[in-house]
Structure formats: C-alpha cells, structure tokens
C-alpha cells in the first residue's frame, strides 16, 4: 500500500458518496474499484468499475456508506484524490480532482502524471 497511517487515499465529496450509494445498492455491488490505464492523448485514463468482491491488495476507502476500491498499480498516482460527483445540463459523472496530475487533455478524459520519482518523494517515500 502506498498511503500514509490516518490518512484516506483518496476522499469523496457528499455528491460522490451519494452516487456510489446508489450503485452499491442496485445491483449488490461491494463498490466501485478505481484505477488508472495507459490510453487516451494525454498518456492516462481513470478506469471505474463494478467490485464484485475486494481483492486483498486493494486500499479500501469507506466513507458514510460508500465503498471505493483501489487497484494496486493505481495507489501512488491516486493518493490525495478527491472524487466528486457533477451533473450538468448535458452530462453526468464522477470527476477527479488530482494533485498528482502534471497534465490533462482538453477533454479532460486523458491525464499525464508526474514522474514516479517525484511523486514517491512528494509523499515521503524518496
């Protein structure tokens, strides 16, 4: 894991915790597990899925009665993440707000983050 002890790696807004609520709740769902995979004109893109079980290698975030999953790989680039939920007149959807984001396409559905070496002393791992 690649958190700091007492701290969440990442934090839900109230709109964001409402809407994995209602996920979790229609379908059984354990969560949402969220990552990270290499795509899109920025280099990154956030992945979001259905958790069906929490896999022992995930960092579990539970916060009044939301659950987020993250996958191992994704730990270092999502910590200090706050996800939010925003409904527009033309979309819905969550929203990642990311210090470790060094650029972002003008979609903003493609992400470039910081070298690992800067993010690891960044957190107090280098």
Known sequence: MFGIPGKQ???????ATGQIVKLMDRDGHQGLRIGVKKGGCA?????????EQIDPNDEVVEQDGARVMIAPMAQM????TE???EVGLLEAGFKFRNPNVADACGC???IKFKDVEGLSAEQGRG
């Open 9 to 15: 790696a990442v934090t839900l807004t109230p709109a």
């Open 83 to 85: 996800i939010d939920y």
């Open 43 to 51: 280099g990154m893109e956030y992945t979001m899925d259905y958790a």
């Open 77 to 80: 680039f999502l910590f200090g």
């Open 108 to 110: 903003g559905e493609s």
